[in-house]
């Protein structure tokens, strides 16, 4: 049988993430069939999302004005597994701070944007990922600190902070894992995610 993953395409970066859901799918002996979700009407066919990062204010807005923000909500109270990362995590989370950013507030973390400061705009780092046997490269893009992770299990971090968290279905990074050729990170979040339904 074939998956159905959806990559939340409001603003870009899909093509990096669904190969990288391509990748990790091989990797575990699974197919998928890969979707863009630029409308409403199609999260509910997917049996897994991928939340790219971008800008946060303007994703959450668009979610929300196209109505896809309910589908979302609606996909991890089912128990579906949703990877969110960057701005998709600001976006997941239950507060960022920001009045500008409407969260979906289905992951119970706090963000803060743009927190690693001026000189740490951008960087490459290796993360170790509970889970995960070697070192993970993250790329942080301009990326949002976790100011606290609730309840949330904390996979990684870096500089004494959480970049990476898992709360039921959800896995959350700071970083941009699908920027690398390494899949690792999203087979985790979906192939190895008990939350995953393979028997559709
Ligand atoms: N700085 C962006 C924001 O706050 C996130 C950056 C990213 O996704 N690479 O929305």
Known sequence: MT???????????????ANAITRAATAHGERVDVREIRDSGLVP???????????????SRLLRREEIAPEIREHVAAGKPLLATCAGLIVAARDAGDERVANLDVLDVTVERNAFGRQ??????PIGIAGLDEPFPGVFIRAPVITDSGECEVLATWDDRPVAVRSGPIVGTSFHPELTDDARLHGLAFFENPALDTSA
């Open 120 to 125: 740490r705009d951008s960087f490459e780092a």
């Open 45 to 59: 066919d997917c049996d897994l999302l991928s939340m790219p990062g971008g800008e946060s204010t303007t994703i």
């Open 3 to 17: 998956l159905t993953a959806g990559v939340i395409g409001v603003q870009g970066d899909v093509a990096e993430h």
